[in-house]
């Protein structure tokens, strides 16, 4: 945050929504920066602040909170993340301090699909939602793991598959190339041949890893196709659902639950295990 402690006395706390991005620092294969979700988590929440403050919806932005659990990246090189545990627990000690200083709303940003992250986060909402007066959400989940029109779309003219791009992706690079496009190893990127995995059927057969699911390089998905068009509407369909997500629970509604496929993956998912 770049405001004072004065300034931010100031603010309308109960009707102000604290949008805090939340990052894995992990390989995301030869072509993109270990810190890839960290800078499109953050990007994703200044898109959806500004449609927000556009509607007079009061908005801060936290800073990234880094080292997310990426269990899904084992076994490379380059991914370094707490405990499930500890990350919940920090996460939830966040949301407290905000609610001592008299916050009432908080989202979180969140694009992992690792299942101990996603548990994680998960558990510190829960938490964050027994204080008094405060509400937490946790949306782009939901939204990760639904269809979207535009976005699928976009992904079968060119001829993919959305639910084979996974990690270090079409998506995932399209969107680096839209928003820091120094930062992409692009002539790497170019080479890159498609690495593709059928997700619901590998999780079904056990396998949790991208390693497990025939990732040699660290991505599943086709890097190659990358467009910074494709990464900006990646962006602004992820900042649009955000934005939707923050005005809907800012009207007093409950958020809607993920796939019943992934509730009850999540509940095999033990925190001091992992």
């Known amino acids: 945050m770049d405001l004072t402690a004065a300034e931010l006395s100031q603010i309308d706390k109960e ?16 072509h993109l920066p270990l810190g890839t979700k960290c800078f499109i988590a953050e990007t994703i929440a200044f898109e959806a ?9 009061g908005c801060l932005i936290a800073p990234t909170v880094p080292f997310m659990p990426c269990h899904t990246s084992a076994g490379f090189m380059g991914s370094y993340g707490m405990g499930a545990r500890t990350y919940s627990d920090a996460l939830y000690d966040i949301g407290s301090s905000l609610s001592r200083d008299g916050f009432r709303n908080l989202a979180f940003v969140n694009l992992s699909i690792s299942p101990e992250a996603l548990k994680a986060v998960a558990v510190a909402v829960e938490d964050l939602n027994t204080l008094r007066e405060f509400r937490a959400i946790d949306p782009i989940p939901l939204w990760t793991f639904s269809h979207n029109e535009r976005l699928d779309a976009a992904l079968r003219n060119i001829g993919l598959e959305p639910a084979s791009e996974l990690h270090a992706d079409v998506k995932e690079t399209s969107a680096l190339m839209h928003i820091a496009p120094e930062l992409l190893r692009d002539k790497i990127a170019r080479q890159l041949s498609a690495c593709c995995a059928n997700p619901a059927w590998e999780v079904l057969k056990g396998n949790f890893s991208f390693q497990e699911m025939g990732s040699r390089d660290g991505y599943l998905g086709s890097p190659a196709l990358a467009t910074p068009e494709l990464g900006k509407l990646f962006i602004d369909e992820a900042a649009f659902a955000l934005a939707e997500s923050i005005k809907f629970a800012a009207d007093g509604n409950p958020m809607p639950e993920l796939p019943i496929q992934i509730r009850m993956l999540l509940k095999m998912v033990d925190l001091d295990e992992m």
Do not use: D, M
Request: aromatic share 8%; proline share 8%.
């Open 15 to 30: 009707n102000t929504f604290v949008i805090v991005p939340l990052g894995s620092i992990e390989q995301h294969g030869p």
């Open 49 to 57: 602040a500004s449609r927000l403050k556009n509607e007079e919806y």
